[in-house]
């Protein structure tokens, strides 16, 4: 079925070819706001037209706006204006051997228009047939990346043709053949509006079918072009992805449907009907450039579809995460943070009171900002923000913030602001990362569906993270003190005793998290301790921090080595948190991490090499001053 799809795929495409050299007109200026605010069901729960919008333009184009153009934009372009959406330079292959193997030419931006991929996919169609019968494991980077290119034409094509069965394509010329259909001669016609006429249609299309060929008339000829662009778009069929027709039958529960599965099933009603007509319109309007009817029929169309979904969703919830959306609170966190951290350097460590009280400001501002997009995570997802690796990393990140200003408000001299900053901004940015590979706001699986063990274990333990990262910070600030300053004493004892509390928060944290887990885990599994690959991680980050402490209280380690140790907790925890994932083993499948192998080993051997120079400089410092 796929093979067969593809294969149109390219047969559609190529119409469009002669114009692939023309330059690119802009979509429409358009007011996208109600049309993305649309709910759809996608990936197992219902979201704003504007996240979709948002996943698929990051999964094709690498981001969620292309120059220019936003993600609803591109979207709605690629609902009612495809000969368009096919030239523009959306997927994004970067990997030489994979454009070598199909033959695009390299270019500097990586951007490709659907046109020329598919059309370079198509002479290897044998080579992908092969290679997905080959495990993954056996596939180089470029086969594995030529097999994903493939996927995306295909999902590409399938949003495309979503509301192909809506928009005026077809229509009947001749008078007479017009009347005997009962439709006005001339007008453009939807696949949707022709099935109102099909019995009419069919008994034409049998009659000329009947036919010898020398003896068709031009009405015969206009039935068989009609039948042919029929059963061209009935292949759309398979379009499923847009799922933004809300419940309407009983039968059916809570299940949305794509508008071709509600005409293929046979679940019309007069309320989808409706709907239909209505983004038939919109198709128009949009092609017409009519900002002011695109805008109308778009709010008509919003309401249209809360109304018939009365009941199914959570109408708060959709249209916060449009503003969420839309204020991208985290990025915003980050530059505060940054800021903060930029600000507190210009003014000097302590030196400028109202240079730190504006970094505190900054700090502030943008743990305001971190925690109203957790918040609204938790509202929309109606959960803990922790039951993934993205997730888990910008709670941690709020973490590490709120304990620095609680630290400043202790102290006021500009540490609690410095690590507050510094911890805020690296786990923002690498939060980053995670977040354009899909929708962060997924479903769970069903191991993790538990609100109260999110809510008590992994909220614990991830706070254990962020004490540990914080004690890792001190530890570099003691070190580098102690090589460059030694004889500030005063402020190394601070910093040591700061250090001592936050590894003993950290352990109680870390050692409570464990506990609750195990509970967990025999709740779940039916074992309190499986020696599972995150257990012994988890585990692992409660002995170093007992032993770091046990250590530090019977002398055997000063507190330079108590430092060194505590740098070291930041190697601990990374290896627990992301190393372990790696792996690919255990029963906790859902934190399985691949790419990242590389810069958890440039992250540890800097943390590894960092420790061993201070130590290596302040022995040999020692020893000369002996």
Same mark, same amino acid.
């Given at each position: 079925?796929?093979f067969?799809?593809l294969?149109l ?5 190529l119409?469009?070819?002669?114009r692939?050299?023309e330059p690119?007109?802009l979509?429409?200026v358009?007011d996208y706001e109600?049309?993305v ?6 990936e ?11 996943v698929?333009l990051?999964g +094709?184009y ?5 120059p220019d153009i936003?993600?609803a934009?591109?979207?709605a372009e690629m609902?009612?204006?495809q ?7 959306? +997927?994004n292959?970067?990997n030489p051997?994979?454009?070598n193997?199909?033959g695009?030419t390299?270019?500097?931006h990586?951007?490709?228009s659907?046109?020329?991929?598919s059309q370079?996919?198509a002479p290897?169609i044998a080579?992908?047939r092969?290679l ?6 056996d596939?180089?980077?470029a086969?594995?990346q030529?097999?994903?290119?493939y ?5 590409? +094509? ?7 069965l809506?928009l005026?394509?077809?229509s009947v010329?001749?008078?007479g053949?017009?009347?005997k259909?009962g439709?006005?001669?001339g007008a ?6 022709m ?12 009659k000329a ?5 020398v003896?068709?008339t031009?009405?015969?000829?206009e039935?068989l072009?009609?039948?042919h ?5 009935t ?6 992805i ?5 419940p309407?039958?009983?039968?059916d529960g809570?299940e949305?449907f794509?508008p071709w599965a ?6 019309g009603s007069?309320?989808?009907?409706t709907?239909f007509g209505q983004?038939t319109?919109?198709a128009q309007a949009y092609l017409d450039?009519?900002?002011?009817e695109?805008? =109308?029929?778009?709010?008509d169309?919003?309401e249209?579809?809360l ?5 199914h969703?959570?109408?708060t919830?959709v249209?916060l995460?449009?503003g969420?959306?839309q ?7 980050? @530059? ?5 951290l930029?600000?507190?350097m ?13 970094a505190l400001v900054?700090l502030?501002?943008g743990?305001?900002?971190?925690l109203a997009?957790l918040?609204a995570?938790?509202y929309i997802?109606g959960?803990p923000?922790?039951?993934t690796?993205?997730e888990s ?6 973490v590490?913030v709120?304990?620095?200003l609680v630290?400043?408000?202790r102290?006021? =001299?500009?540490l ?5 900053a510094a911890t ?6 690498i939060?980053m ?6 929708d962060?706001?997924?479903m769970?699986v069903?191991v993790l ?5 999110l809510?008590t274990h992994?909220?614990?333990i991830?706070?254990a993270?962020?004490c ?7 530890g570099?600030?003691?070190l ?5 300053h ?7 004892n ?10 003993l928060?950290?352990? +109680?944290?870390a050692?409570?998290?464990?506990i609750l887990?195990g ?6 599994w039916g =074992? ?5 690959p995150k ?11 007992a032993w770091?402490?046990?250590? =530090?209280?019977a002398?055997?380690l ?5 430092? @060194?140790?505590?740098v070291l907790?930041t190697?601990v925890?990374?290896?627990?948190w ?5 792996l690919n083993v255990g029963?906790h499948s859902?934190?399985?991490?691949k790419g990242?192998a590389?810069?958890?080993g440039?992250?540890c051997g800097f943390?590894?090499l960092?420790?061993g120079?201070?130590a290596?400089y302040l ?6 001053a002996?």
């Amino acid at each position: 079925m796929r093979f067969m799809a593809l294969i149109l795929l390219f047969l559609v495409a190529l119409p469009v070819t002669a114009r692939a050299q023309e330059p690119l007109a802009l979509p429409p200026v358009f007011d996208y706001e109600d049309f993305v605010r649309l709910p759809i069901l996608h990936e197992g729960r219902i979201k704003p037209l504007d996240t979709f919008a948002r996943v698929m333009l990051t999964g +094709f184009y690498g981001k969620d706006s292309m120059p220019d153009i936003s993600a609803a934009a591109w979207l709605a372009e690629m609902l009612f204006n495809q000969s368009q959406a096919y030239q523009r330079p959306v +997927f994004n292959i970067a990997n030489p051997d994979v454009l070598n193997a199909i033959g695009l030419t390299y270019r500097l931006h990586h951007r490709y228009s659907f046109v020329e991929v598919s059309q370079a996919l198509a002479p290897h169609i044998a080579m992908i047939r092969a290679l997905r019968t080959r495990d993954e494991k056996d596939l180089s980077v470029a086969q594995s990346q030529l097999l994903e290119l493939y996927a995306k034409t295909m999902w590409y +094509f399938e949003i495309s043709r979503s509301l192909s069965l809506v928009l005026p394509k077809l229509s009947v010329d001749d008078p007479g053949l017009a009347e005997k259909m009962g439709i006005a001669p001339g007008a453009e016609l939807t696949y949707f509006e022709m099935m109102a006429h099909r019995p009419a249609f069919l008994e034409l299309a049998e009659k000329a079918v009947a036919k010898d060929p020398v003896d068709m008339t031009a009405a015969d000829e206009e039935i068989l072009r009609i039948g042919h662009g029929l059963q061209r778009l009935t292949q759309d069929q398979q379009s499923r992805i847009l799922r933004i027709v809300p419940p309407q039958w009983a039968e059916d529960g809570d299940e949305w449907f794509a508008p071709w599965a509600v005409l293929e099933s046979g679940k019309g009603s007069p309320e989808t009907a409706t709907f239909f007509g209505q983004l038939t319109a919109l198709a128009q309007a949009y092609l017409d450039r009519d900002s002011a009817e695109w805008g =109308r029929l778009s709010k008509d169309i919003h309401e249209a579809s809360l109304a018939m979904a009365d009941g199914h969703i959570k109408k708060t919830a959709v249209a916060l995460e449009y503003g969420y959306n839309q204020l991208d609170l985290f990025r915003y966190s980050l @530059m505060a943070y940054i800021a903060a951290l930029v600000t507190l350097m210009a003014g000097g460590l302590g030196l400028r009171r109202f240079m730190r009280r504006g970094a505190l400001v900054l700090l502030s501002g943008g743990a305001l900002m971190h925690l109203a997009g957790l918040c609204a995570r938790m509202y929309i997802m109606g959960r803990p923000p922790v039951a993934t690796l993205y997730e888990s990393i910008i709670f941690v990140g709020l973490v590490t913030v709120v304990f620095a200003l609680v630290l400043e408000w202790r102290q006021r =001299r500009g540490l609690g602001i410095l690590i507050g900053a510094a911890t805020g901004s690296i786990l923002q940015f690498i939060g980053m990362k995670y977040a354009v590979d899909g929708d962060s706001m997924g479903m769970l699986v069903a191991v993790l569906d538990t609100n109260f063990w999110l809510a008590t274990h992994v909220v614990t333990i991830t706070i254990a993270y962020g004490c540990c990262l914080v004690a890792g910070l001190l530890g570099h600030l003691y070190l580098l003190v102690s090589v460059f300053h030694p004889g500030q004493s005063e402020r190394l004892n601070e910093l040591g005793r700061n250090m001592l509390g936050v590894v003993l928060v950290a352990l +109680f944290f870390a050692t409570l998290g464990t506990i609750l887990g195990g509970i967990w885990a025999d709740q779940s599994w039916g =074992r309190f301790w499986g020696w599972d690959p995150k257990e012994n991680g988890a585990m692992l980050i409660g002995l170093w921090l007992a032993w770091m402490l046990h250590a =530090r209280l019977a002398g055997i380690l000063s507190s330079q080595g108590f430092a @060194m140790a505590a740098v070291l907790t930041t190697v601990v925890v990374a290896l627990a948190w992301f190393g372990v994932n790696l792996l690919n083993v255990g029963l906790h499948s859902y934190g399985f991490t691949k790419g990242i192998a590389t810069n958890l080993g440039l992250f540890c051997g800097f943390e590894i090499l960092f420790v061993g120079l201070c130590a290596l400089y302040l022995k040999t410092r020692r020893e000369v001053a002996s």
